[in-house]
């Protein structure tokens, strides 16, 4: 409701006058107009999510000109059509400054069937399947401009047993639906190219994966982050994310994602 909308609005303004270090807010609405989650929905989430946006959009703009400083309004957003159909993107995009697009969890949750959750293209065997690469298409069309998506990476992996012990793993089906969820740090210290488990790579997907004959693990390492940041570079996108910072303690994923995107701003300085 407006009078919610306002209330919300309000309280994100007090919490900035408060904190006056803030640089933004991150609205995380995953499922507007859908009850998959368990919330209440409605068919006028979708243009009510528009307005949620301009509220806060006119609200930090007023802040900023009482504090002579410009705040952030960004949105996560689900890496799939079931969230731009459910949207307004080309109504809303002018009230935020990025999209974060969620593109990890695109396998696993609802499926018996293994594959990557967070490849940057289709995987081999189900090129019909979800991808970063489609991920950004979807929001491109729906009118999101290039220069404000973001695309995400995994500093985890989703895990599936009980998985047929064919073409080492990789599109097969499984008794369990990959819900099971493994740091990276843990991923370091008990899985990669140990216990029994080999690291492979999908060449078509970008996408590295584990497997010990019976569990399917599907990941982010420095090899597949170097390929998405790339990835941006190329699209001109505005940049990388990641879910999320503590999951990897040896810091090997942040430093990839920071080295790749030095090493490849560096190039396009070298060249131009």
């Known amino acids: ?33 859908s009850s998959v989650a368990g919330i209440d929905a409605s068919f006028e989430d979708k243009h009510n999510y528009t307005l949620l946006l301009k509220d806060i959009r006119e609200g930090l703009n007023k802040l900023g000109t009482e504090f002579k400083k410009y705040y952030f309004l960004t949105i996560a957003a689900g890496a799939g059509k079931y969230f731009t159909e459910n949207t307004e993107p080309y109504l809303f995009v002018k009230y935020i400054d990025f999209v974060n697009v969620m593109t990890y969890d695109m396998r696993g949750s609802f499926t018996k ?67 099971k969820t493994y740091s990276y740090s843990i991923l370091v210290k008990e899985f990669i190219n140990k216990n029994g488990f080999k690291r492979y790579w999908d060449e ?11 569990t399917f693990i599907s990941y982010d390492d420095d090899e597949s982050i170097s390929c998405k940041v790339k990835y941006a570079k190329l699209r001109k996108l505005a940049g990388l ?9 040896t810091h090997t994923l942040l430093n990839s994602v920071f080295t790749s995107f030095h090493n490849e701003l560096t190039g396009s300085l070298e060249k131009d």
């Open 113 to 179: 069937i293994t594959g990557h959750h967070t490849n940057l293209f289709s995987q081999n065997g189900d090129l019909k399947g979800p991808s970063v690469q489609k991920a950004v298409d979807i929001f491109n069309a729906s009118g999101i401009p290039l220069n404000k998506i973001v695309i995400g990476a995994a500093f985890y992996g989703r895990a599936w047993t009980g998985v047929k012990n064919e073409n080492n793993g990789l599109n097969q089906k499984a008794t369990s639906y990959g819900t």
């Open 204 to 214: 078509t997907a970008k996408a590295p994966y584990l497997f010990n004959g019976n």
């Open 1 to 33: 409701s407006s009078q919610n909308r306002c209330r919300f609005t309000e309280s994100i303004l007090n919490f900035f006058r408060a904190n006056k270090e803030m640089d933004g807010i991150d609205i995380d609405w995953e499922y507007p107009c």
């Open 241 to 249: 994310m990641f879910w999320e910072y503590s999951l990897d303690n």
